[in-house]
């Protein structure tokens, strides 16, 4: 159990436009979800948590006109990079969990490259 | 000072050696320890999850926590080419939502 899809798990765009990447928790309902940034041979970056039917929780430093996080049921989230630009370009990582015991299970990750 | 430190690697060692790999941190609110390990290029899998000190074994891995020294490790025995990976520890305090403090990772390879 506790199995977590990412999709897109790669995608490529022109900048200045927008990309979705969709998070599902799939064999249970999340209490919240989180979205990290993972560049080459660093740790992972949070960059907001999200609760059902809230606005979520950006952390110092995210844009978050830039990384729209909408999360519309118990299942699933999503990110926008709206207008992405190069420096964009990186491993985004959503995760869920199950409760306010439990840890984070993580989606499998999304490539995004920005030309 | 970081609030957890991880030893970044890499470290290399033969097919069927143990391994340690460790975590210190210096906030003790920490109650909650994970370590996931980390494929290139994927997302990480959950591996151990423990909020008392002492020892929890699964298959090969064993993870020790000791809250006293802030030191938490894992343990791998008969290291295969496949736990080849990054080594990611986590903590979590109690309270205060489910946001995990990473360490940076340990970049493990198992030679044959």
């Known amino acids: 159990g506790a199995v977590v899809s990412q999709h897109p798990s790669w995608v490529i765009c022109k900048s200045g436009t927008s990309v979705k990447i969709e998070c599902r928790s799939l064999?249970?309902?999340?209490?919240?979800m989180f979205w990290y940034r993972q560049f080459p041979k660093q740790s992972l970056m949070l960059m907001a948590t999200?609760?059902?039917?809230?606005?979520?929780?950006?952390e110092q430093g995210v844009e978050k006109d830039k990384f729209l996080i909408n999360h519309a049921s118990l299942t699933l989230s999503t990110l926008t990079v709206t207008s992405a630009h190069p420096e964009d370009s990186s491993f985004y990582i959503c995760?869920?969990?199950?409760?306010?015991?439990?840890?984070?299970?993580f989606g499998p990750g999304t490539r995004l490259l920005v030309l | 000072q970081k609030e957890v430190e991880q030893d970044p690697g890499p470290l290399s060692v033969p097919e069927g050696a143990i391994v340690s790999l460790n975590c210190t941190y210096s906030?003790?609110?920490?109650?909650?320890f994970m370590w996931y390990r980390q494929y290139s290029r994927k997302g990480p899998e959950l591996l151990m999850y423990?909020?008392?000190?002492g020892n929890k074994e699964d298959g090969r891995f064993t993870a020790q926590v000791d809250k006293s020294s802030k030191y938490i490790s894992l343990f791998i025995r008969d290291s295969q080419p496949s736990d080849s990976a990054t080594y990611l520890c986590?903590?979590?305090?109690?309270?205060?939502?489910?946001?995990?403090?990473f360490g940076t990772g340990t970049q493990l390879k198992v030679e044959l």
């Open positions: 999200s609760n059902e039917g809230s606005k979520a929780t950006y």
């Open positions: 986590a903590m979590r305090l109690t309270g205060g939502g489910n946001k995990l403090t």
């Open positions: 995760s869920a969990d199950r409760g306010t015991q439990e840890t984070q299970y």
């Open positions: 064999d249970f309902q999340a209490t919240t």
């Open positions: 906030n003790s609110a920490f109650q909650y």
């Open positions: 423990t909020y008392s000190s």
